[in-house]
């Protein structure tokens, strides 16, 4: 979290999110591509779910997305085609929970309570910015100062760099709500994705239910039944007349 904060981006409508267009009509189901990044480590059911959402629905209205999935200490950077082009270990709010405090973005960081150090869940209208020591960040809710950075080293006994390469996520929870990289994942992936406009950024909830805070629906599951049905009206053509009246 910055420590302190420049006028930037438009707020969320509400807490932890902001107007998402409508759904668009599609011929058929549409899922996220995790195949075109092979390198980085399977998702999570609920980046899954999220993901290809976001496909189907078109709730990122063309523009490049960012998954974090607070439960799994991970950010997932996808393109406008939904493929997925990279993920990272992130370091996290130390404490665990879902809202943001009113205010706690224009408070100093030594007022900040430890159990409001959260990083807020939602869907967020994202983009570059500048913080007052000039870093260049990206802003995720920028009311309550939490963005996604390069992860910071100035205090070393808090070892973030090391939080960041252990292959535990016990650890990943130190910061004060913003979400910290590697320096190379954020110049790399991070930064030309909001380069020359915004992004949607999807902060999964750890408390609570995914479906609630997005009003998301499953794909596969909606796809499944779609396909069950298809196979009833096939075997049973004149139940199917019956059921449509």
């Not at 967020?124 to 260049?136: C, H, K, Q, S």
């Not at 100035?154 to 973030?160: A, V």
């Amino acid at each position: 979290m910055p420590p302190s904060v420049k006028l930037g981006p438009a707020g969320a409508d509400g807490v932890g999110r902001t107007a998402a267009p409508a759904a668009a009509a599609t011929a058929g189901p549409r899922y996220a591509d995790f195949d075109a990044d092979p390198a980085s480590p399977p998702p999570s059911a609920d980046v899954r779910h999220v993901a290809d959402w976001v496909a189907d629905s078109g709730d990122h209205a063309g523009l490049g997305f960012v998954i974090v999935d607070k439960q799994h200490a991970m950010v997932h950077v996808f393109d406008a085609q939904a493929r997925r082009v990279a993920a990272s270990p992130a370091l996290l709010g130390s404490a665990r929970a879902d809202h943001t405090v009113p205010g706690i973005g224009q408070r100093p960081l030594e007022q900040v309570l430890p159990e409001e150090r959260t990083t807020p869940a939602g869907r967020f209208v994202a983009e570059r910015g500048r913080n007052t020591l000039g870093e260049d960040v990206v802003w995720v809710d920028y009311d309550a100062a939490v963005s996604i950075h390069r992860v910071r080293t100035t205090t070393p006994s808090e070892r973030r760099l090391q939080r960041l390469a252990s292959p535990t996520i016990d650890d990943n929870r130190i910061s004060y709500g913003c979400i910290n990289v590697p320096v190379a994942f954020f110049e790399a992936h991070v930064a030309p994705l909001f380069a020359s406009h915004r992004a949607v950024v999807y902060v999964l909830p750890e408390v609570w239910p995914v479906q609630a805070v997005f009003g998301s629906h499953d794909v596969r599951a909606r796809q499944a039944l779609a396909s069950e049905l298809t196979h009833v009206d096939r075997t049973f053509p004149r139940l199917a007349i019956d059921r449509r009246r």
